[in-house]
């Protein structure tokens, strides 16, 4: 069974990073099998890194048409927004794995969310941080993590 699974900003970003063609593959089949699955979550803290990045950062950069076309794609996958709740619980991660601040409010989002999968490479893949499991989308295809669905 394909279940949820939270997008980290860098997958997102290396979609767009011609610089990185193997990255850029990897990523893109990530996002077309979660946007095709109806899978995919994120929380309003990527959507605002993936902007950034894309627009100011990544060399040659997206036209900013062009990145706020692909935000607004993305916000039919109704982004976790960074409330109370989330706070609390990233502090609670932030204490127990002593991940920074940012990281820990991704996990935080991608638990608020229901997510079984948090697809980054920003942290240690296979590692279980509670009800979600990290997956490294750069090592592992989606076929690798929901084999035969």
Same mark, same amino acid.
């Given at each position: 069974m394909i279940e949820a699974t939270f997008v980290d900003a860098n997958v997102l970003i290396y979609q767009r990073?011609?610089?990185?063609? %193997?990255?850029? #593959? /990897?990523a893109t089949a990530w996002l077309n099998f979660l946007w095709h699955s109806k899978q995919g979550r994120l929380s &309003?803290?990527?959507?605002?890194?993936?902007?950034?990045?894309?627009?100011?950062?990544?060399?040659?950069g997206m036209d900013i048409k062009a990145a706020r076309a692909d935000v607004r794609a993305l916000m039919t996958w109704q982004?976790?927004?960074?409330?109370? %709740?989330?706070? #609390? /619980?990233?502090?609670?991660?932030?204490?127990?794995?002593?991940?920074s601040w940012w990281d820990s409010?991704? &996990?935080?989002?991608?638990?608020v969310a229901q997510c079984r999968?948090?697809?980054?490479?920003?942290?240690?893949?296979a590692q279980e941080?509670?009800?979600?499991?990290?997956?490294?989308?750069?090592?592992?295809?989606?076929q690798d993590i929901f084999q035969g669905d």
């Open positions: 990073d011609s610089s990185e063609p %193997v990255k850029q #593959e /990897k &309003v803290q990527v959507l605002n890194e993936f902007y950034v990045i894309v627009t100011r950062k990544l060399k040659p982004p976790i927004p960074i409330d109370r %709740v989330v706070v #609390e /619980k990233a502090w609670i991660i932030q204490d127990r794995f002593l991940f409010l991704i &996990v935080a989002a991608a638990q999968y948090l697809l980054t490479e920003d942290l240690q893949d941080l509670d009800s979600v499991i990290v997956v490294n989308p750069f090592i592992h295809t989606p």
